[in-house]
């Protein structure tokens, strides 16, 4: 089933097909393993399985932990593969007002903004984000030129989603008007910050729990 549906969004790659159903598979694990403990401590202590998976969650420390681990494993895996394999980018030579486009996003440059501090002189386009007819905002790719530097320094715009994140990077122009940048589109990518979070958490559950229980055996004595 996992194979058919990543054939059927156009992902070729080894890889892909190799992890993805192997990810599908562990996940499923997890939560067949977590229903099916629910279902026996449901019928053991006759109570439906909403309570069992509460009490469960409560109790089972060591369950619960392992579980969140293998999910955030899966989580930085599928992070870092989709974004290594399925990032796209693409160039854009455009001119103040004009809309560029890449998959469902439509941009519009607005312009560009000069100014200065101490140590740089800062050039900032302006390029408005719009996404399934949703204006999201402005997103302000730089230019710093620095002067104890010869080469600038790009200062890149990012406008983040659940699934995918926007990079915009103002490229040069040129003496005519024309501006370029680089839009980079790169999904998935909150996956790897996600799965740390959760290994974390699991972590931090694991030695909580530890340390309560060992100061409660500390008082009893």
């Not at 097909?17 to 401590?41: C, D, E, Q, T, Y």
């Not at 996404?131 to 010869?150: A, I, S």
């Not at 659940?162 to 103002?170: A, E, G, P, S, V």
Request: hydrophobic share 50%; net charge neutral; aromatic share 12%.
């Amino acid at each position: 089933m996992t194979v058919a549906i990543i054939l059927l969004f156009g992902m070729r790659q080894g890889i892909a097909l190799a992890f993805f159903p192997a990810a599908a598979f562990v996940v499923a694990a997890i939560a067949g393993r977590f229903l099916m403990v629910s279902v026996l401590f449901g019928r053991e202590h006759n109570t439906d399985i909403a309570v069992s998976a509460w009490r469960i969650v409560a109790r089972s420390n060591r369950l619960i932990c392992s579980s969140l681990v293998h999910a955030g494993v899966v989580m930085v895996m599928v992070g870092i593969i989709s974004s290594s394999l399925f990032t796209r980018e693409e160039t854009f030579m455009v001119r103040e007002g004009e809309v560029f486009r890449m998959e469902d996003y439509a941009l519009t440059f607005n312009g560009v903004v000069q100014d200065h501090d101490e140590v740089k002189d800062i050039l900032t386009a302006e390029v408005e984000v719009e996404r399934d007819g949703r204006v999201y905002g402005l997103l302000r790719p730089q230019k710093h030129f620095h002067h104890n530097h010869e080469q600038p320094m790009t200062e890149i715009a990012l406008e983040q989603s659940l699934f995918q994140d926007l990079y915009l990077m103002l490229y040069g122009w040129d003496g005519e008007g024309n501006f370029s940048f680089r839009v980079i589109i790169n999904p998935l990518i909150r996956f790897i910050w996600w799965g740390v979070c959760l290994m974390c958490l699991a972590v931090s559950w694991r030695l909580g729990y530890r340390f309560i229980n060992r100061n409660r055996k500390t008082v009893s004595v």
